[in-house]
């Protein structure tokens, strides 16, 4: 695997030094009206770990904070049955975009349409020409993409790129464990099309969380997947 040197990301945990991430706490004491003793959470907390975590705030700053979408938009979301990608997707509808999502396997496809409301999704293991299968597609010409996959995805996604498009960098999985990373052939179509890049780090974005879970929990609360 190619080392990829960068402050961004993750590293290992050096003995000595302060332990840092997220938590959870119980109130053991509390004068708050808003807290009493033994309050914990009003959502189940294994979504912590995911909608709630890393992964849900994630989501909300490449796409409200970093895309800057707008209602009406035409949205593509490759490796959309993670965590990351199906809440990218939700959000979307949620503003009233045209939403469409790329994964490896029909069982990861179907739930997007029948669950989380996407409007097309497709098995780009399936596809022979990935820029046909886009335009296969109703997007029209993409305003905005959510890029997770990069490679032969990103390459087709700069042939449908509508003029003055954005494209959010949160990942490049196709990537990560080649010893030499794929060249981009269509990287002129970003001048051609005045196309906006923009990759972003989610630890850039912990100041959000406050505001991440004004927009999410009542949301959480009115799902029936909710079990407390």
């Given at each position: 695997?190619?080392?990829?040197?960068?402050?961004?990301?993750?590293?290992?945990?050096?003995?000595g030094?302060?332990?840092?991430?997220?938590?959870?706490?119980?109130?053991?004491?509390?004068?708050?009206?808003?807290?009493?003793?033994?309050?914990?959470t009003?959502?189940?907390?294994?979504?912590?770990?995911?909608?709630?975590?890393?992964?849900?705030?994630?989501?909300?700053?490449?796409?409200?904070?970093?895309?800057?979408?707008?209602?009406?938009?035409?949205?593509?979301?490759?490796?959309?049955?993670?965590?990351?990608g199906?809440?990218?997707?939700?959000?979307a509808?949620?503003?009233?975009?045209y939403?469409?999502?790329?994964a490896g396997?029909?069982?990861?496809?179907?739930?997007?349409?029948n669950?989380?409301?996407?409007?097309?999704?497709?098995?780009?293991?399936?596809?022979?020409?990935?820029?046909?299968?886009?335009?296969?597609?109703?997007?029209?010409?993409?305003?905005?993409?959510?890029?997770?996959?990069?490679?032969?995805?990103l390459?087709?996604?700069?042939?449908?790129?509508?003029?003055?498009?954005?494209?959010?960098?949160?990942?490049?999985?196709?990537?990560?464990?080649?010893?030499?990373?794929?060249?981009?052939?269509?990287?002129?179509?970003?001048?051609?099309?005045?196309?906006?890049?923009?990759?972003?780090?989610?630890?850039?974005?912990?100041?959000?969380?406050?505001?991440?879970?004004?927009?999410?929990?009542?949301?959480i609360?009115?799902?029936?997947?909710?079990?407390?």
């Amino acid at each position: 695997m190619k080392k990829i040197e960068d402050a961004g990301r993750i590293v290992s945990f050096t003995p000595g030094t302060p332990l840092t991430g997220l938590g959870v706490a119980k109130a053991l004491d509390s004068g708050h009206a808003n807290f009493k003793e033994g309050d914990l959470t009003d959502v189940p907390l294994s979504y912590y770990t995911r909608l709630l975590g890393m992964p849900g705030l994630t989501a909300y700053a490449g796409f409200y904070e970093v895309a800057s979408p707008k209602k009406g938009e035409y949205v593509f979301v490759s490796a959309a049955s993670g965590a990351v990608g199906q809440l990218v997707g939700q959000f979307a509808k949620l503003l009233g975009c045209y939403v469409v999502g790329s994964a490896g396997s029909k069982e990861k496809v179907d739930p997007w349409k029948n669950k989380f409301g996407f409007d097309e999704a497709f098995n780009y293991k399936e596809e022979q020409d990935l820029d046909a299968a886009l335009k296969g597609t109703s997007l029209k010409a993409l305003t905005f993409y959510f890029e997770k996959v990069g490679g032969k995805t990103l390459d087709a996604v700069l042939l449908n790129m509508r003029d003055h498009g954005r494209i959010v960098v949160c990942g490049m999985i196709s990537q990560y464990n080649l010893d030499e990373f794929e060249g981009i052939k269509n990287l002129i179509r970003i001048i051609y099309k005045r196309v906006l890049v923009q990759g972003f780090s989610v630890f850039d974005y912990y100041y959000l969380y406050p505001k991440f879970l004004e927009l999410v929990l009542p949301h959480i609360k009115e799902s029936p997947d909710c079990v407390h």
